[in-house]
């Protein structure tokens, strides 16, 4: 089982900026690909980003490219996820994710869950 613990969340307003973080343990985290899901009220969880298990390459939701960064320190076993010029519609509760497998845009495909950190962009 891998543990995964997000932090970095909160209340900030349009064109700021936050950098969440997610601590992985327990089994082997270092060696499965990471990324970040979210999910705004009432829909469904969606794709934001993903990055490698050596961390070269790198996968982004349309939606984010060019604002948003995944990167990994695999010596803290940490991902994180810079978030620039935000805007309302990236409000949602972001959720770090891990896995052995490939990496995959369907949210049922990835193993491990962290709880989730809100993030709350105001207009």
Known sequence: QVQLV???GGLVQRGDSL????????RTSSSDAMGW??????KEREFVAAITRNGISTYYAD???????????????TV???????KPEDTAVYY????????????????SWGQGTQVTVSS
């Not at 899901?37 to 009432?42: E, K, L, M, N, S």
């Not at 939606?63 to 076993?77: E, P, Q």
């Open 96 to 111: 770090c994710v891990s896995d052995g497998g490939i990496i995959t845009k369907i949210a049922a495909s990835w193993r």
């Open 80 to 86: 994180y996820l810079q978030m620039n010029s935000l």
């Open 37 to 42: 899901f979210r999910q705004a009220p009432g």
């Open 6 to 8: 997000e932090s970095g």
């Open 63 to 77: 939606s984010v490219k060019g604002r948003f960064t995944i990167s990994r320190d695999s010596a803290k076993n």
């Open 19 to 26: 950098r969440l973080s997610c601590a992985a343990s327990g």
